[in-house]
Nanobody, 115 residues
Framework: QVQLVESGGGLVQPGGSLRLSCVPS????????VDWYRQIPGKERERVAF???????GYADSVKGRFTISRDNAKNTVDLQMNNLKPEDTAVYYC?????????WGQGTQVTVSS
């Protein structure tokens, strides 16, 4: 059973920064794509960033230029650096991978941006 553990959420003021980490129970070198999603209550889950094993990355338009996804092979983590946070970034953030047609999700970490 693959497990994903997220950490790093919290309360931050507008304009602040947070760094989320996702630790899979298998080597990230064996995972082709790792995504970060977020979900606001009452809305569908939205993919905000992805990182592929080949080095390519992608971002939702709403976070482009503010969020950066990266892999740390030494720590076996996939991190999401979030800068210049806005109140509309408030959501539960989830790490996601797809292996052999099976979706795996972390438990989620709450990010709240408020003054």
């Amino acid at each position: 059973q693959v497990q994903l553990v997220e950490s790093g959420g919290g309360l931050v003021q507008p304009g602040g920064s947070l760094r989320l980490s996702c630790v899979p129970s298998l080597s990230i070198n064996n995972i082709y794509v790792v995504d970060w999603y977020r979900q606001i209550p009452g809305k569908e889950r939205e993919r905000v960033a992805f990182s592929s094993r080949s080095g390519s990355t992608g971002y939702a338009d709403s976070v482009k230029g503010r969020f950066t996804i990266s892999r740390d092979n030494a720590k076996n983590t996939v991190d999401l650096q979030m800068n210049n946070l806005k109140p509309e970034d408030t959501a539960v953030y989830y790490c996601h991978i797809l292996i052999s047609g099976q979706d795996y999700w972390g438990q989620g970490t709450q990010v709240t941006v408020s003054s």
